[in-house]
């Protein structure tokens, strides 16, 4: 686990790893597949990343998970993305997926974001990521599996629409599985408010269900973690 002080070191630190990452997949495979991450924790990242100097033509991006908001919802995950990078990249050379939301229809929209997925992985069991960013809710969630919710249990599909009880609406989200067929998994974590969550998704013991601690779900992940988020003996 790297621990920083700060959120900032922790997002520069992240965006190195992440030109390294590509700069490496690019010159063996020629291509750079991402999963992005929504909510407050990654925007800092991908403020950095639109000052890097990469081949993007090669880098793809796609959504591990989104709201049931149209795209220019302000809490659209793939506004935030759109805000904080990707309006600030070439145009002609932007190569982005995002998830084309029916608010009025969830099933839909998680079944077309699959055929795009599978129809990028033709003849792959699994969609073969070379990065997955996640970050983690104070509840433990990661993605949009969230606690005790129906996704956490679905291993055929990739994408599903996963109803939030506790918030009233569907969310869209990559299935554990689909996370963990990336080549790598990085966590970025920060805020004192993580602190339990992060120790139980951290912890050996065997009576923390991935039912109650999705984030238990993803294996072998990177993680970034701010000083705050680490809970202290």
Request: aromatic share 10%.
């Amino acid at each position: 686990m790297q621990v920083f002080e700060s959120l900032d070191e922790l997002s520069n630190a992240a965006a190195d790893a992440f030109c390294k990452a590509a700069k490496e997949a690019i010159e063996q495979r020629g291509v750079f597949r991402v999963t992005l991450s929504g909510g407050s924790t990654p925007k800092r990242l991908y403020e950095l990343l639109a000052t890097k100097e990469l081949p993007w033509q090669n880098v793809e991006f796609y959504w591990g998970d989104e709201r049931n908001v149209t795209e220019d919802n302000l809490d659209s995950n793939y506004r935030m993305v759109r805000e904080a990078l990707l309006s600030h990249l070439p145009a002609e050379s932007l190569r982005a997926f995002p998830v084309p939301v029916d608010p009025d229809n969830p099933a839909a929209t998680a079944e077309a974001y699959e055929k795009t997925l599978r129809e990028t992985f033709a003849g792959s069991d699994v969609p073969t990521w070379d990065l997955a960013l996640l970050g983690m809710g104070d509840d433990a969630h990661t993605a949009s599996l969230f606690p005790e919710t129906k996704a956490i249990e679905q291993n055929d599909r990739w994408f599903v629409e996963n109803w939030v009880p506790k918030m009233e609406t569907y969310r869209y989200t990559l299935t554990a599985p689909a996370i963990n067929s990336a080549r790598q998994r990085w966590f970025l974590i920060g805020g004192s408010n993580k602190r339990q969550a992060l120790a139980s998704v951290r912890s050996s013991a065997s009576d923390l269900p991935a039912a109650l601690f999705p984030s238990r779900l993803i294996e072998s992940p990177t993680w970034f973690v701010t000083r705050d988020a680490v809970a202290t003996a």
